[in-house]
């Protein structure tokens, strides 16, 4: 990647032409703060750069502020063929970050719906999923917010979506217990209230 040279406020473009949002001088300062808190020095040349990079790194990792997750839902196909059983994504990779750290939470995640006439396209769910994922959070909230948006918008007979994911917050600090995964889940509709449907989809998603 081309360096950078240091630029204000104002947006610069690197040598392949991408234009790189400028990072305020306040936002800079405050990783600057950061670095010399953890006992380093941020004036040495390796460090020269890095409250820039950290701070375009924290927008794209907290892009899903900008976007609303439901508009993927907003084409949906009614024409199904007659199809009426579970559609689902499984395993799809994620990363998002802890509300209490910011530390990165990275895992997998597997979507299901029963539909109610209407389905979308199957690179949707994932897209729900980063849009909720691409924010400050914590792994119980965003597993019920891409559950609801899913209800919402499809209005299936029923949801479920199960998360597992690891805490940088756990294995890099605090019990420092690394390779524990913790697992969620959101079952709405049917496969909550329907013993036979919460086994077959928890069951397909490797649950079971
Ligand atoms: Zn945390």
Same mark, same amino acid.
């Given at each position: 990647m081309t360096n950078v040279a240091s630029c204000g406020d104002d947006d610069a473009v690197d040598g392949s032409g991408i234009i790189k949002p400028a990072v305020p001088a306040q936002v800079q300062d405050a990783i600057r703060t950061l670095i010399e808190w953890a006992g380093?020095? @941020?004036? =040495?040349e390796g460090l020269l750069d890095t409250p820039q990079r950290v701070g375009r790194a924290w927008l794209e990792y907290c892009?899903?502020?900008? #976007?609303? @997750?439901a508009v993927h839902l907003g084409r949906v196909f009614e #024409? $199904?063929?007659g199809y009426d059983e579970v559609v689902m994504l499984k395993d799809i990779p994620f990363q998002s970050h802890c509300e209490h750290h910011m530390a990165p939470i990275t895992g997998k995640a597997s979507i299901a719906y029963l539909p109610d006439k209407r389905v979308v396209g199957i690179s949707k769910l994932a897209r729900v999923l980063h849009g909720f994922a =691409?924010?400050?959070?914590i792994q119980e909230r965003l597993t019920a917010e891409v559950a609801q948006c899913i209800w919402d918008n499809l209005q299936p007979h029923g949801v479920a979506v199960v998360i597992e994911a690891q805490h940088g917050c756990m294995t890099g600090r605090g $019990? =420092?217990? @690394?390779?524990v995964g913790m697992i969620t889940s959101r079952l709405l509709g049917c496969f909550l209230d329907d013993h036979r449907s919460r086994k077959e989809v928890l069951g397909l998603m490797g649950y079971g």
């Open positions: 380093d020095d @941020p004036t =040495r892009q899903g502020y900008k #976007e609303d @997750p #024409e $199904v063929g =691409r924010r400050l959070q $019990v =420092r217990t @690394p390779g």
